[in-house]
């Protein structure tokens, strides 16, 4: 027995720069969404202050500027989203070749599925999750023995949890603030939405520590080579 030929296509390239770049732009989204809680709590305090002393308690530019606030912020949330999720899925299809050279046989999706598991509705709630765990798996470091190192996939398991979370949160939130037109309502969707950010917080450092985490497996596993010995049968 051989260990199997990778795929046409499969070739070993370094993902560091796109790991670098993923992370600062994961960064600017966590910067991005401390600025929406700031924004979150503030429109929170004036709605609290109508509710408990009357709508003359506050000005009508204080709740203006609260409000634009709410949405230039959300316009800044979705575009940094938007920039590090491109990135996010571009080094995620290069870390998925490379671990097709480590492990040829060691993939349960398809190459393109790395892309478009993201896209289609639906399935992106566990399908990039499966992909990332046999990319995982696959690009553990060799022990001298040849069998690969045990490292944990806490991390990963945790930012995906919070990923999931914050996607319906912010959701849920941005349709319930969308539709409220009193008082209580517009305190209930910004609620969710401060809940949404903490947790988008949370999420972006464990995708920045999973991102460097595995890069830095596959640059130890390049560094010993395509396969490991025990995978060649003599």
Not at 12 to 40: E, H, K, N
Not at 106 to 134: E, Q, T, Y
Not at 193 to 221: S, Y
Request: proline share 6%; aromatic share 10%.
């Amino acid at each position: 027995m051989y260990a199997p030929a990778p795929a046409p296509g499969a070739y070993l390239s370094s993902p560091r720069g796109l790991a670098f770049a993923t992370v600062a732009l994961l960064a600017v989204c966590a910067v991005v969404d401390v600025v929406s809680l700031y924004s979150g709590f503030t429109m929170l305090g004036l709605i609290n202050q109508v509710l408990a002393g009357g709508i003359e308690s506050v000005s009508m530019s204080d709740l203006d500027r609260a409000d634009a606030l709410q949405s230039a912020v959300t316009v800044a949330q979705l575009a940094a989203n938007l920039a590090a999720a491109v990135l996010f899925v571009l080094w995620f299809r290069r870390v998925r070749v490379n671990a097709e050279v480590f492990s040829p046989g060691g993939h349960r999706m398809s190459r393109g599925w790395s892309i478009g598991g993201w896209f289609v509705p639906v399935v992106n709630l566990w399908f990039p999750k499966k992909i990332a765990n046999d990319i995982w798996d696959a690009s553990l470091p060799y022990t001298p023995d040849g069998v690969p190192r045990e490292v944990s996939r806490a991390g990963l398991n945790a930012w995906w949890g919070l990923w999931i979370a914050t996607t319906f949160l912010g959701w849920i939130g941005e349709r319930l603030y969308g539709v409220a037109q009193k008082f209580e309502s517009i305190r209930a969707a910004t609620g969710v939405l401060i809940v949404a950010d903490i947790a988008d917080i949370a999420a972006a450092v464990l995708a920045g520590l999973f991102v460097l985490k595995l890069t830095a497996l596959q640059g130890e596993r390049a560094a010993q080579g395509p396969v490991p010995p025990a995978a060649v049968a003599v």
